[in-house]
């Protein structure tokens, strides 16, 4: 019983008992009629350490979560609506969790990012993850990159729901975009480099379209950088830069190959 009590396994072992030959009556009914109401409160109790286990593990996820500043979303895919909505949705949004679950969602997404954000669940097996990332607007106007991941599941009786959490990525995409940036920028005149041009070039000899591609140096540009200086130098292809850019049309590109090519 103590066993029982403590939750741990417990093996039945039993003896069947034979009356004058005539029939035999095994012990072990008797037993689980005395067992059952210890049995019962065996499982209660199993049952309640687990959901307190659940519960902390839950707790100590979204106190994670909302370190992070991120925020968790359940959604029934059947009702079209957010259902709950946890962690830090006022730092990541500005708005509050009912005003969230309550509003369009599509109406805080980037014009540009809707068609790469948005995608039709009715499509979408049980069990995928959906990956995205997209230009979210908060309260005060501002704009934010956002990443969203969610799990789309089907329950015993056909309902579909989606549990995911959104997190702010805006310093990482930022990042991103500048590294991209000086891949294909020459840093002294902002002009593209030679990788630009080469892609632009792949891209136009691909779609076998028409251009003309100039290349241009500096006459005795060597003598300014000794008579003057090599910021003087700088100076001057700064300015020739910008002075190519407005004489060029919006489809041509002006690019620096190096020194004062």
Request: glycine share 8%; net charge negative; aromatic share 6%.
């Amino acid at each position: 019983a103590a066993s029982l009590a403590a939750g741990e396994p417990v093996v039945v072992d039993y003896t069947p008992s034979f009356v004058d030959g005539a029939g035999s009556k095994a012990l072990l009914p008797s037993m689980w009629e005395r067992a059952q109401p210890l049995l019962a409160g065996a499982f209660t109790m199993y049952g309640e350490l687990v959901r307190r286990e659940i519960w902390e593990n839950e707790s100590a996820l979204m106190d994670a979560l909302s370190a992070a500043g991120a925020m968790v979303h359940h959604s029934d895919l059947d009702k079209g609506a957010v259902v709950q909505i946890e962690g830090d949705v006022v730092g990541l949004t500005g708005w509050t969790a009912s005003e969230w679950c309550s509003s369009d969602h599509q109406r805080f997404i980037h014009p540009d990012d809707v068609d790469t954000y948005w995608v039709n669940v009715d499509e979408t097996d049980a069990n995928t993850i959906i990956d995205r990332v997209a230009r979210m607007r908060r309260k005060d106007g501002s704009w934010i990159w956002i990443r969203d991941v969610a799990r789309v599941s089907e329950g015993a009786r056909g309902e579909r729901t989606m549990r995911g959490f959104s997190l702010n990525v805006s310093e990482l995409e930022e990042a991103n975009e500048t590294i991209a940036r000086q891949l294909r920028e020459d840093p002294l005149t902002g002009l593209p480099n030679r990788r630009a041009l080469n892609e632009r070039l792949s891209s136009l000899l691909d779609e076998e379209a028409d251009f003309a591609l100039v290349l241009t140096d500096l006459d005795r540009f060597k003598e300014v950088n000794d008579t003057l200086g090599h910021d003087a130098g700088d100076q001057l292809l700064q300015t020739i830069a910008r002075r190519l850019q407005r004489m060029i049309g919006p489809d041509d590109l002006v690019a620096r190959l190096g020194g004062d090519e």
